[in-house]
């Protein structure tokens, strides 16, 4: 009777193990499929799911930020002060994964910032400022190196250097998009409309900045850059083949494979029918799709807020190598909390990121013959 006793014990034990540890499995699933995203398996990478904090899209993060402020998954990142805009009141900063698509999209959209240096953030300091050399090329000197040839035991030249520096401080570039509020609840459809806006936006205000800033609260841009060399047009309110060749002639030897033709939009019909004397086009159309045409076999991009045809950087030859990019924090959103759109549910989406640029030189390069100046960045004017 106690053997029996017993063996029923043991067989409850074991039932009631084996009953906790499918408990135990199935809670790990529905924590897996809390954090992990819709349209990821649930054996999806953990770091995959760490990027997004747990939210299925960036609809999902902004639906998010509108309807619960106090969801541990957005208390989880971290918020910064938007102290250099008035009256905000901080934001959060967008999952690591999202950020990064939406980089990637701006970085395709944009004519500088896939072909200019960049300087990444540093994660603990990202909106640090910096000092870096400028890259010297007057008379007698290479990147700022004076260089001389020595001869044996004689005495080295001493001299004192003199070291000019770039200042780069990443300034705050903000922007808004208005959403209905039935949009917002439809998350997938959300990330498509306000990736796209973000992303076109943040490209087109870049760009124009790297290329036309004036330095005051923005990036210093290459037009009307001391470091620029500017090519006399041969007619106004023209562009002919002898302009594109004397600006290829003061363009840096060593640019000439990673310049690209930044042209306004009202500079391609002359362009696009223009021939050299033997009656060759010196547009050359791609047969790649989506490859840009060339001129000089350097690409053609078009700028749209480029100058109109006939004044000044209406056509702009650049190697953006020689432009400095240095990105401070990365986007951050926050809501308007105010009423001003309850009446139409609307939301107001709030971003902000932080960035700064100018070109590494402090004037064009001399060449050893005293009088020839050439640049990575040439201008017709």
């Known amino acids: 009777m106690v053997n029996e006793a017993r063996a029923s014990l043991r067989e409850i034990a074991s039932s009631t193990t084996g009953l906790r540890e499918r408990i135990e499995a199935l809670e790990v699933v529905r924590q897996r499929i809390q954090t992990c995203a ?3 398996p649930l054996d999806a990478p953990a770091v995959r799911r760490t990027e997004r904090n747990g939210f299925r899209s960036l609809g999902d993060f902004l639906l998010t930020l509108v309807t619960n402020r106090a969801d541990p998954r957005l208390t989880a990142l971290d918020t910064r002060a938007l102290s250099t805009l008035p009256g905000s009141a901080g934001g959060f900063l967008i999952p690591a994964a999202f950020s990064d698509e939406l980089m990637v999209s701006v970085t395709a959209q944009s004519i500088v910032r896939p072909r200019a240096r960049i300087i990444p953030s540093d994660p603990s300091a990202p909106d640090l400022e910096i000092d870096l050399p400028t890259l010297d090329y007057t008379a007698g000197k290479r990147a700022g190196v004076t260089v001389s040839w020595l001869a044996e035991a004689a005495t080295k030249p001493e001299t004192q250097p003199v070291f000019a520096s770039i200042h780069l401080r990443p ?7 208005v959403l209905s509020d039935k949009l917002l609840r439809n998350s997938p459809a959300a990330s498509m409309v306000v990736a796209h806006q973000l992303s076109e936006a943040i490209a087109y205000e870049q760009d124009l900045a790297f290329l036309s800033g004036n330095g005051v609260g923005r990036p210093l841009g290459v037009r009307g850059h001391a470091s620029v060399v500017n090519v006399v047009r041969g007619g106004a309110g023209l562009v002919a083949y ?18 690209v033709w930044v042209v306004s939009q009202t500079t391609l019909p002359q362009l696009m029918v223009m021939a050299t004397a033997p009656g060759q086009l010196v547009w050359q159309t791609s047969a790649r799709e989506g490859m840009p045409g060339t001129m000089l076999g350097c690409p053609v991009v078009t700028d749209e807020a480029a100058p109109v045809l006939g004044q000044s950087g209406d056509i702009l030859l650049a190697d953006f190598g020689w432009y400095l990019v240095k990105d401070g924090t990365q986007l951050r959103v926050q809501d308007d909390q105010g009423l001003s759109h309850f009446t139409t549910n609307q939301t107001v989406i709030k971003a902000f990121a932080a960035v700064d640029g100018q070109p590494w030189l402090t004037a064009p390069l001399l060449l050893d013959d005293g009088a020839t100046t050439v640049s990575p960045f040439v201008s017709l004017v």
Do not use: P, T, Y
């Open 38 to 40: 819709l349209d990821d």
């Open 171 to 177: 300034q705050e570039i903000g922007g808004h998009v």
């Open 242 to 259: 002898a302009d594109l060749a004397a600006m290829f002639g003061r363009l840096k030897a060593s640019s000439r494979s990673r310049a």
